[in-house]
């Protein structure tokens, strides 16, 4: 089974089939708490936020990046840019799980979009979607179920709206340059990323 | 157009906006609450979306990670009412000869486009104390963007002054009825960082601005005289700040 999308045609796997199936809530009140103390300059508490999210934004960056050097470089900034800012977190606008991922996949996208024009970045995606190194995939329990999780959801939408967010999250392409990907119009695309989120977000039963 | 706006939350959350388009959405964000709210639960859920991407981070990643740490010097939290600039100015001066040397090393590394407009602003320095000391912090980092068909942009930014200066050329003249404003652009706010006029040649003055908090953007619009609180045209240039 597993998530496939069309990319230019060419089907893209996303997540390898699940082995287990399980949900669990993604906010973290002590991450939340970790980055208070991280603004406070706690060098111990930045170690331990680093151990609890390493993974998940190298993950994220590598998807998005998947160039290995470029993505460590990415993966130092984003973790930088959360030392640094780390007093700027305000648990009410959002878990710090959401901040850290949000820096992480801005960072990603800048890099990819600074670097290449888009039809370079075709030909890449359509190069490497093969050698997607899976066999990296964090193997962990718990990050095979939020896998599950998430795939589970991404199955509800329809096609055009998981197509639409898969590309824009996971490849990091615009709205414009999907539109252009799935041959549809401009404001269809925008249409569908908003609803094809927010029925991922009633999926996931996510608390803004 | 404002609810054709309010459609865009979605591709904004997946980070799929152009910058310009982003401007223009977070201004708009920045009257909307509803709006702010439902980009907080669809920022939620992308972070799951990334979260199941997870893959082991190399070990060298993390020895490299903590010592950079180390040496990064965090921002100050956000506090009502920042401290009145022309206190920090008084100190550039005498940095000022370091300050060429220092601006010329980094400016060949990004081109003539950035060594004509360093110049500039190594120029306007000697009657700009602010400037300055913008310039000769030991952490300056200039970026450059074109601008118009052969105009410029050029930011050098201290992240340890909180501060960016701002030069530019190739600007055309505006009627008295508009001008050029400047925006500090960051995950959560657009800020308006002053306004700008071009000399007869297109070039504006250097121009300080801060603080720059966690602004990781900047931006250059026209707006009606006198400035607008949120961008209302698309930028005519959008700038990505360094982080480190």
Known sequence: ?208 | VREDLHTLAGAYALDALPDQDRLLFEGHLARCDACAEEVRGLRETTAQLGAAAAASAPAHLRVQTLARVREVRQVPPVVPDLAPRARRARRGSRLALGLAAACLAVAVGTGTVAVRAQHELDRAEAANRAVAAVLSATDARTVTGGLGEAGAATVVLSRSRGQIVFASSGLRRLPESETYELWLMGPREVRPAGLLRPDPGGRTPPLVAGALGDADRVGLTVEPAGGSPQPTTTPLVVLTLPVA
């Open chain 1, 1 to 208: 089974m597993g998530c496939v999308v069309a990319n230019g045609g060419r089907p893209v796997r996303l997540f390898r089939k699940p082995a287990s199936a399980g949900a669990r809530e993604r906010r973290s009140p002590e991450l939340d708490l970790l980055l208070g103390r991280v603004g406070r300059g706690e060098e111990a508490a930045f170690e331990q936020t680093y151990d609890q999210v390493a993974d998940l934004v190298y993950g994220l960056v590598r998807r998005v990046v998947r160039d290995p050097a470029q993505s460590e470089e990415v993966v130092q900034e984003v973790l930088v840019e959360v030392w640094r800012n780390a007093s700027r977190y305000e648990p009410a606008k959002g878990s710090a799980m959401a901040w850290i991922m949000t820096v992480a996949h801005r960072r990603a996208v800048d890099r990819v979009r600074a670097e290449q024009a888009a039809s370079e970045r075709h030909a890449r995606v359509a190069r490497s979607e093969q050698v997607v190194a899976y066999d990296e995939v964090a193997e962990d329990v718990e990050a095979r179920l939020d896998r599950e999780r998430v795939r589970r959801c991404l199955d509800t939408l329809t096609e055009l709206q998981r197509q639409s967010v898969a590309l824009a999250y996971y490849e990091g392409y615009t709205y414009r340059e999907v539109a252009e990907l799935l041959t549809v119009p401009l404001g269809t695309v925008k249409t569908r990323m908003r609803d094809g989120l927010i029925r991922m977000r009633d999926c996931l039963g996510v608390e803004p």
